[in-house]
């Protein structure tokens, strides 16, 4: 098995890519089993998941990137299908209603950076090195990374990032916005956050999730446009007409001073 998972009871799912032994690297089965555990999702086999956080199995790497013994002789048009097949996984990941955090508990190079970039959020140990060094190897990232790094970290630092393969440490990547947050464990610090997330409405969750995608993939009009259609549909949800009216309860109801006597 290549990819585990375990439920907790608070809703939070942590998947763990188990090939230690490999710098759990990204071979066709654990790409495989990302887009299956994506589908389940997707299929709502799984409704009681409020969040995902994505991590690595040990202490050295959240993941050292595509197995690069599966790059080998690859022919052109082989090669383009790997890209699209990885590609195609890491959006699935990308789309889920439940925000993703990826828990970066030691390097994440190539591919292991460019799949916790497909996810919403990311945290990383303080030991944590985070790259793209594909183009060492004479080659360009493949699954994702010359799009989502510039999204993240804007145009200049990623072409560096991307052009020189060097890695940073974690407090530069917190620095330029790559990860969200740092410290000495970093499933420790994504499931602080993801606490934080799924104390709210699920549907919000994923409704806000929604409209920043659309804007992200088809620009800032497109993005206005879904946002107001969520909105509109949230306001007709029962859960958000409770919520207004408790917080207008909370307004009105007059604060009880002490009696000084």
């Known amino acids: ?9 608070d809703g939070i799912l942590i998947a ?17 089993a990302l887009g299956d555990l994506a589908a389940s999702l997707h299929a709502g086999d799984q409704p009681t998941v409020r969040a995902v956080i994505i991590t690595g199995a040990g202490e050295r790497a959240f993941s050292a990137g595509a197995d690069i013994s599966t790059l080998r002789g690859l022919s052109a ?7 699209l097949h990885g590609q195609d996984v890491f959006d699935r990941i990308e789309e889920l209603p439940q925000p993703t955090i990826a828990a970066i508990n030691g390097v994440a190079l190539g591919g292991g950076l460019e799949l916790a970039m497909a996810c919403d959020l990311r945290t990383a140990a303080t030991s944590a090195r985070l790259g ?8 360009l990232p493949g699954w994702g990374g010359t799009q989502r790094l510039p999204r993240l970290v804007g145009k200049g630092r ?3 990032l991307i052009l020189t393969g060097d890695p940073i440490d974690a407090d530069a990547a917190l620095a330029c916005g790559l990860v969200n947050a740092v410290g000495d464990d970093a499933v420790d610090v994504a499931l602080a956050l993801a606490a934080r997330i799924v104390r709210h409405a699920p549907g919000a969750v994923a409704a806000a999730k929604d409209a920043v995608l659309a804007g992200d993939r088809h620009g800032v009009r497109e993005g206005l446009r879904r946002e107001a259609e969520l909105v509109g549909q949230r306001c007709a949800t029962p859960e958000q007409r409770a919520a207004v009216e408790a917080f207008l309860t909370r307004r009105s109801t007059p604060t009880t001073k002490a009696d000084p006597s």
Do not use: H, Y
């Open 16 to 32: 763990v890519i188990d090939r230690a032994a490999k710098g759990n690297a990204l071979d066709t089965p654990t790409i495989d």
């Open 77 to 83: 048009d082989a090669a383009r299908r790997q890209m």
């Open 158 to 160: 990623a072409l560096e």
């Open 1 to 9: 098995m290549t990819l585990s998972t375990t439920l907790r009871d």
């Open 132 to 139: 793209q060094p594909e183009i060492t190897l004479a080659n």
